[in-house]
């Protein structure tokens, strides 16, 4: 599928360009499909069309900006962990820090999931009780740590504790 989109911009001059491509399209049956104001496509065919959605602003780094992973240290001590956690000691967690403008919070990919996305649509068309609701900066990619602790009986297990550094942050 190639989609080929022109426009310009009356403010700045400048001239935008969208092609998309799907060279496997024909092989599975599929056919561009435009969304019509025709009365006699069926609202349930309307309903299960794919559909392109394009955001653009000039400068995506000042939203990345934002919203960021920040360093964090934590010290078994200060959370009351020395007392059964062998090693580490201490590791880098990491937190996320920023803010989601409706724009960006229902873009795939900057969005924690499908759902938020969702639940970011229903915000900007501004559907109650959504549009008061407000996205919030999350970790959207943690991994695991290794530790060394003792079990309720005292012995010494090395595990792999899932989700305990934050990798990336997103939008919820």
């Not at 025709?38 to 780094?61: C, I, K, N």
């Not at 000042?62 to 934590?74: I, M, S, T």
């Not at 229902?106 to 501004?126: A, D, E, K, Q, W």
Request: charged residues 25%.
């Amino acid at each position: 599928m190639k989609l080929k989109l022109k426009g310009s911009s009356s403010s700045s001059g400048a001239t935008l360009s969208v092609r998309v491509s799907c060279p496997l399209c024909s092989d599975a049956g599929a056919t561009i499909v435009l969304a019509s104001s025709d009365s006699r496509v069926s609202a349930r065919e309307q309903s299960h069309r794919p559909f392109l959605m394009a955001v653009v602003r000039p400068d995506d780094r000042a939203d990345a900006k934002r919203r960021r992973k920040r360093g964090l240290e934590c010290d078994g001590k200060d959370i009351g962990w020395n007392d059964w956690i062998i090693a580490p000691s201490g590791y880098h967690a990491n937190y996320c820090e920023g803010e989601c403008p409706s724009h960006v919070a229902s873009i795939t990919g900057s969005s924690l999931s499908f759902h938020s996305m969702v639940i970011g649509h229903y915000r900007m068309r501004g559907y109650s009780p959504f549009q008061s609701l407000r996205s919030c900066c999350v970790p959207t990619r943690l991994r695991a740590m290794s530790m060394l602790y003792y079990n309720e009986e005292q012995k010494i297990i090395k595990k792999d504790i899932q989700n305990m550094i934050v990798d990336e942050c997103g939008c919820s």
